[in-house]
């Protein structure tokens, strides 16, 4: 089969895998995107800065308090949340009641700050990360680095929790019903208002993870996400802004799809997922898994 | 005679610019049912809402079990023992029919149990797997009640609950309020349909242009019958 169409199995399942990684990174990033939206209303452009951020947080705990790559998982993504947390309080809560293109200008600013921060800080070239599990599989038709494929897996895991957490459990039903009435949900006695921030912090909490997670593949810089919240964004509106299983599918397939494109005409692989989002739009303007309400 | 629950005075409300309640004065003492009677627009909504804390302009005094609460947040009057139950039914479609009924927290003790609940209305048990919204109207309205019995609120809020429904549906809807009221429960009820309200109600004021005109006890709904035709231009 490989002999027909010309193609070297080892590149094939190599830019698999490319794919497949990097779609892990755009349905954790795009799952985040669309709780916020679902519950906030807003179109949260931040979202590659506080992914860059996380990794930031890893690559800094590592460097001044010598903090190993397996506990910086979980301390990067608090500190990113709740810095997530007080933004909301200070800053987005202001603009809810007010067009969609607010926030996204809002939160486009912001991100615009922070990296410009970070990059008045850190400069721009990027710091390397070390690799916490060096090594990797011989698999017979390629070579699988074993950190490349515990992303992969952690980010199944943490993006099936996350929907587990939002489908089947309680806080995830106060989540879902105030998403659709939040005014009803408050005169049942939940307080929303704090829902929305937890909400929001959680999202970019999982942002910050994703750029943990990422830290060690990539440079850690400053602009390390201005390129992804672009692909981020495409995903959700192909996936349908607001569902969360939509998300999942949509980021690891047009991952997956990315990947293709670096085998079969690579001049394309890097307009092919806005050129999904257009005819997605055209066929679909609610996205392949929204509700059009 | 029982103790006063519910006092609204001088109660005016807002939406927006538009000015809805001008000035609204009435009572619900524990334990009785009470009906707001009026034609459309009259302010009957905006009154439940204004109760629950919904409109974000409103002054005047409201005070439940002796408490001000006119300054209150929605989430902190539900949590006083007040639950609400609006016309429309809010029920959520992203939520399964047992997710919906379990959705509003347990504010106080006595409340009515899971159980119980789907004893008194056994259809929602057969569906509590279907989404929300997938009932009929008449079980959709069953589920907007039940869902507010458990968290152990005194005073139910119910907006036109036999709206839209069947007369075999109505005449359930008036028997599951008259056991609420034997069960202790005190209940405001908004109605268009007098003949349904004047069945299960102890009281009824009548609403007109944002004040309460008039009160009618149900052993006088007889003599009063042309006067209130009037008011509800029926």
Wanted: charged share 15%.
């Amino acid at each position: 089969m490989f002999e027909l169409l010309g193609i070297p199995p080892q590149a094939l399942f190599g830019q698999l895998l490319l794919g497949l990684i990097n779609g892990a990174f755009y349905a954790m990033l795009s799952l985040g995107l669309a709780v916020i939206f679902g519950m906030l209303n807003v179109i949260n452009f931040t979202h590659g800065a506080q992914y860059m951020m996380g990794a930031f947080a890893a690559w800094l705990l590592l460097g001044i308090f010598d903090v190993p790559f397996w506990a910086s998982l979980v301390i990067a993504p608090i500190i990113v949340g709740l810095f997530g947390i007080v933004l909301e309080k200070l800053i987005l809560k202001r603009i809810y009641h007010l067009d969609h293109l607010y926030g996204f200008l809002l939160t486009f600013g912001l991100a615009l700050v922070i990296e410009g921060l970070f990059q008045w800080k850190w400069g721009s070239s990027g710091a390397p990360y070390p690799n916490p599990i060096p090594g990797g599989f011989n698999l017979g038709f390629m070579f699988l680095p074993t950190y490349r494929g515990f992303v992969v897996v952690a980010a199944l895991v943490i993006c099936l929790a996350t929907w587990y957490g939002i489908e089947r459990t309680k806080l995830g039903a106060y989540l879902r019903a105030a998403t659709e009435n939040p005014t009803l949900v408050r005169a049942f006695g939940i307080n929303v208002p704090r829902l929305i921030t937890l909400t929001y912090g959680l999202g970019v909490a999982l942002a910050a993870l994703a750029g943990v997670l990422a830290a060690p593949i990539q440079q850690v810089s400053a602009l390390m996400g201005v390129n992804l919240v672009l692909i981020v964004f495409a995903v959700v509106v192909i996936g349908g802004m607001g569902s969360i299983m939509g998300s999942i599918v949509t980021g690891f397939g047009l991952g997956l799809v990315e990947g293709l494109t670096k085998v079969f005409y690579p001049p394309a692989s890097n307009t092919v997922i806005f050129v999904v989002m257009a005819l997605v739009l055209l066929i679909k303007p609610a996205g392949l898994f929204g509700q059009t309400k | 005679m029982a103790e006063t629950l519910l006092k609204v005075a001088g109660l005016q409300a807002w939406y927006g610019e538009s000015h809805i309640l001008h000035g609204v004065d009435f009572e619900i003492r524990r334990g009785e049912l009470v009906t707001l009677l009026g034609r459309n627009g009259a302010g009957k909504t905006t009154t439940l809402r204004s109760i629950m804390g919904i409109l974000c302009k409103r002054t005047g005094s409201i005070t439940f079990e002796g408490r001000e609460t006119i300054g209150m947040t929605s989430d902190h009057i539900a949590r006083l023992g007040i639950a609400y139950c609006p016309e429309e039914r809010g029920i959520f479609s992203s939520l399964n029919v047992d997710e919906n009924l379990r959705l509003p927290p347990v504010v106080k003790p006595g409340g009515l149990s899971i159980e119980e609940i789907y004893k008194l209305f056994p259809n929602l048990l057969e569906r509590r797997h279907s989404q929300g919204t997938k009932l009929s109207g008449g079980e959709q309205q069953m589920l907007a009640i039940g869902r507010i019995l458990r968290t152990g609120a005194t005073l139910l809020l119910l907006d036109e609950p036999t709206e839209g429904l069947a007369p075999v549906i109505v005449q359930r809807i008036g028997e599951i309020i008259r056991q609420l009221k034997s069960r202790g429960f005190t209940i405001l009820l908004v109605e268009q349909n007098f003949h349904f309200a004047a069945t299960v109600a102890d009281r009824h004021y009548v609403m007109e242009d944002g004040r309460v005109i008039d009160t009618v006890a149900s052993s006088d709904v007889q003599q009063s019958i042309g006067k209130l035709q009037s008011y509800l231009g029926v």
